[in-house]
């Protein structure tokens, strides 16, 4: 999406840095392209590659790559599904983890898997490394495939945790996804959307803690966020009601994914549906780097990350409301004034 206002500038706050240990963060400290993989389910699929050079011991492993279900259960859709994927790393000295599941959901949808994941033991990161790929659930007609597949190596790293409050606005509307390729009927409900970058590549953890316990859903984009199409660039979710397959209770929303440095990323805290009561979410993302989120545009008055026409008629509805969109020229009223500020801010292009 195109951030035309977004400046030079950014902001960070809340920004605590905790003592590495074990339990720390994992950044990433190689990378290796694997191409396509095409993995039958009965048999699975062992890729090798080399690593050289590297000064770190290596403490995790990530993979990056689009999911496919190539060949499966097309009918009433039992498999094979991404969440069932299985990684096991052997490191050159003999190390082995093995990593389920990686990511995605209970269909036969593709999905953007991008994650990481600890338990070695600090072992040395130099020389053959052996991917098995294969099914926690195998069948002999079932095949997947994972397109434009990245395996990382990981190295631990002190955690950095950046937080905030995120409460969604009633003047900000959309259709939220509730599965990867899926739009819910429950809405248009409210959400609340930061952008942000990060400083090292590597695993991090979003977690966010409805205030009153309810249901609630978050989401996270890469390179860009658009609330009138909420499947594009959707790069993950966190289900907030309680049933979500990694176990998390009811109002709280978790997703672990492994960002990149020099990507965009734009999390987005949602209401439930049309009905359920908008509370306030307590947001944290913990990982091995400095989170900045874009510097504000008042024009924006509906957070899409785009100046357009939108914004005029959101701008029209915080001023009815005395929302604190409406100030546009920063004098802490609502009134007319704030008219000619949104005019001059939106043809600055903030």
Known sequence: MNNEYTKSLILSACIVALAGSASGSDKVVASASLGTLVVPTAS??????????????????GLAG????????????????????????????????????????????DYPLQDGTGGLPSVAGDGQWTFDF??????????????????????????ISFS????????????????????????????????????VSGVYDLTSILSNTSNHFTFLYQDGFDPALPLQNLLDYGLGNGFSPFGDPKGTSHISALLLEGRTYFWVTSQWSSTS??????????????????????ADTNHDGSLTPADF?????????SSPECDQNGDGNCDPTDFTAWIANFNAGC
């Open 44 to 61: 699975g699929l062992t890729v090798q590659h080399t690593f050289a050079g590297l000064t770190e011991p290596i403490s995790g492993v």
């Open 66 to 109: 689009r999911y496919v279900t190539q060949s499966g259960d097309f009918t009433d859709g039992l498999g094979p599904w991404s969440l069932d994927v299985r990684l096991t790393s052997t490191a050159p000295g003999g190390n082995v983890l093995a990593w389920n599941p990686i990511g995605g959901d209970v269909t036969i949808a």
């Open 134 to 159: 294969d099914s926690t659930a195998p069948q002999s007609n079932w095949t997947y495939r994972i397109d434009n597949a990245v395996v990382y190596l990981l190295a631990e790293a002190p955690d």
């Open 164 to 199: 905030y409050d995120a409460l969604p606005d009633p003047a900000n509307q959309w259709n939220r996804p509730y599965y990867i390729e899926g739009v819910s009927g429950l809405g248009p409900v409210a959400y609340h959307a930061i952008e942000f970058t990060v400083d």
């Open 277 to 298: 009561t908008i509370a306030q979410a307590g947001n944290t993302i913990v990982g091995p780097g400095v989170v900045t989120i874009a510097a504000d545009c008042p």
């Open 313 to 321: 008629t959101a701008w029209i509805a915080a001023f009815n409301t």
